[in-house]
């Protein structure tokens, strides 16, 4: 019962490189969502997708881009990594029809240096 | 938009004490309410939720109820332990135009002490 997995879990940048998180949810849902975590700031949402195909922005979207080519995965892109993009960045995913209830994976560590 | 304030940290107790983290939100329509936790080098997961107004929403001895006259979702517990230490998010879950756009408080970082 995987739920939903990230990958990488840690990874270090130069500013200037550029990297794609990855996250897999293998509970067939509709709904995936990528958020940034910082010390006092909460989560905070980046880019969100209702669907196979489709991809929008939310709240912090730039520096970002995203891509759902296939249901059960919604990639995260950094084109050129900043040191304000040193974050904890977690991935989740929720089943359409439903009350919103998210299904998180374990979090993904990036450091700009 | 959709907000949510939840109280500031750290909350320190003593183990077995009376929690309480306080949450307002505001929202357009008629949103789902949730309280998930995180534990250390975890990601967040749900410790419960009210769909509707008045509903109480209840897990592992934590309970919260969901008060539209007061646009508020508080957390209780009434004897906490050292393992209930984490931080908690309150948050809602809306939808203009549809789709579920999840929006969470800053989260509260409780601590229990022997």
């Known amino acids: 019962n995987a739920g939903v997995t990230q990958t990488p879990k840690f990874r270090v940048l130069k500013t200037g490189q550029s990297m794609t998180l990855l996250c897999a949810q293998d509970m067939n849902h509709e709904y995936m969502y990528w958020y940034r975590q910082d010390p006092g700031m909460g989560l905070r949402l980046i880019h969100y997708?209702?669907?196979?195909?489709?991809?929008a922005k939310g709240e912090v979207p730039d520096g970002y881009n995203v891509s759902r080519l296939k249901k059960q995965n919604f990639l995260l892109g950094l084109e050129s990594a900043a040191p304000s993009q040193t974050s904890v960045y977690f991935c989740a995913s929720s089943p359409s029809g439903d009350t919103g209830e998210l299904f998180f994976g374990e979090g993904s560590r990036l450091t700009v240096l | 938009g959709d907000s949510v304030t939840q109280m500031e940290g750290p909350v320190t107790l003593s183990e077995e004490a009376f929690l309480t983290i306080n949450c307002t939100y505001t929202?357009?329509?008629?949103?789902?309410l949730f309280w998930y936790v995180q534990y250390p080098g975890e990601g967040l997961q749900l410790l419960l939720k009210?769909?509707?107004?008045?509903d109480k929403g209840s897990n592992k001895g934590f309970e919260a109820t969901y008060r539209k006259e007061t646009t508020s979702f508080h957390l209780e517990k009434g004897s906490v332990q050292v393992s209930d230490s984490a931080v908690y998010f309150c948050a809602l879950s809306d939808r203009p135009g549809g789709s579920y756009i999840p929006t969470f408080g800053r989260g509260t970082s409780l601590i229990v002490h022997p």
């Open positions: 997708s209702v669907g196979e195909g489709t991809t």
């Open positions: 929202a357009t329509g008629y949103p789902s």
């Open positions: 009210a769909t509707k107004a008045d």
